[in-house]
């Protein structure tokens, strides 16, 4: 599979590189390599099974968010600030109230009849 960049060079997918970009925002998160190699893992599983032979660097990115979001929340909005140009606190109060929402849905009891 072959990875589409911003600049249209056409460069063959790497776990490493999907790991690397994720590094910078796992730094003093208790985040270890080996939880890279998973979620890079995970992102390859994921664009893989969209069956393309070419994908762009915004589809990894979207890939990526999931499965980090999942490792560790900090590094996950560190991540989606850069890549989805968070430009305000605003956009930051945004991602955490949804954040927040989604915890208060998993921990919500289930309804019985």
Request: with cysteine; proline share 4%; charged share 30%.
């Amino acid at each position: 599979m072959n990875v589409i960049k911003r600049s249209g060079v056409v460069e063959p997918f790497s776990r490493e590189k999907v790991a690397s970009g994720v590094r910078k925002a796992c730094q003093g998160r208790p985040v270890t390599e080996g939880d890279l190699a998973m979620l890079a893992q995970k992102v390859e599983e994921v664009v893989r099974q969209t069956g393309a032979s070419q994908i762009d660097t915004n589809e990894i990115g979207l890939s990526i968010l999931g499965p980090l979001r999942e490792l560790d929340e900090v590094a996950y909005l560190r991540f989606a600030s850069v890549y989805q140009a968070f430009e305000s606190l605003e956009d930051f109060e945004s991602s955490i109230a949804q954040l927040r929402a989604d915890h208060q849905a998993d921990t919500r009891p289930a309804d019985s009849e």
